[in-house]
């Protein structure tokens, strides 16, 4: 867990840490997922859908005390101390998470333009379809196909300055990034499958958060 290889990418303002999800906690991410599916109450108890932006299938909160077991907890504490000290040369001392939460969103869903609380957020990818659907008009390849992906937002767009970092998904594959920093989700068609995706909120040492 202390190993973590992570790369920083920076394709406007702030930066985003890019790094993957260790597979033995995106292996129990599903299945506690796939036993709250199954657990109506369960479901219901941790519904986190009304207090979300997403026009989706299902949303619900993480247990606090799941993600401390399986290591999810530790794993966002670590990512999140490294990111910061490869850009700031700071230590933090304070991470609390404020809330962790699931997505499962199936064809013709999306997530409209938002951002979130707190100090630092991500988004990533458990589960994906085998294929996100096609363009309703042939392009010629001119256009990359965006169902289903997520775009990171900042600014607009300018002389050698994009404002939109459009991510495809792979399972596994995590992003950090501001709370401020918004981003949107595309809807995706030509699918039963289920695209299911894993936030965060959390708040570090409003010293180092703040800038003065």
């Not at 993600?67 to 933090?92: D, H, P, R, V, Y």
């Not at 363009?135 to 001119?142: D, F, I, S, Y």
């Not at 959390?202 to 800038?211: H, P």
Request: proline fraction near 4%.
């Amino acid at each position: 867990m202390n190993n973590i290889e992570a790369q920083i990418i920076r394709p406007f303002g702030p930066s985003i840490l890019k790094t993957k999800i260790p597979e033995k906690i995106v292996k129990d991410l599903n299945s506690y997922i796939d036993k709250i599916i199954e657990d109506e109450k369960k479901s219901k108890e941790l519904d986190f859908g009304k207090k979300l932006i997403g026009d989706v299938t299902q949303e619900f909160k993480l247990e606090k005390d799941f993600a401390k077991e399986t290591g999810w907890l530790q794993f966002l504490a670590n990512c999140t101390s490294k990111w910061i000290e490869m850009e700031t040369k700071k230590k933090i001392k304070n991470f609390s998470l404020l809330d962790s939460w699931i997505v499962r969103q199936f064809q013709n869903e999306y997530n409209p333009t938002h951002y979130h609380n707190g100090h630092i957020s991500g988004a990533g990818f458990l589960k994906l379809p085998k294929s996100f659907g096609k363009h309703v008009q042939e392009t010629g390849g001119k256009k990359d196909y965006l169902g289903g992906t997520l775009n990171l937002i900042h600014g607009s767009k300018a002389f050698i300055s994009e404002s939109i970092f459009t991510i495809k998904p792979e399972v596994g594959d995590f992003y950090f990034f501001p709370h401020y920093l918004m981003h949107t989700v595309y809807p995706f068609r030509n699918t039963e499958e289920e695209r299911r995706s894993i936030s965060f909120n959390a708040l570090v040492d409003r010293e180092i958060f703040e800038i003065i």
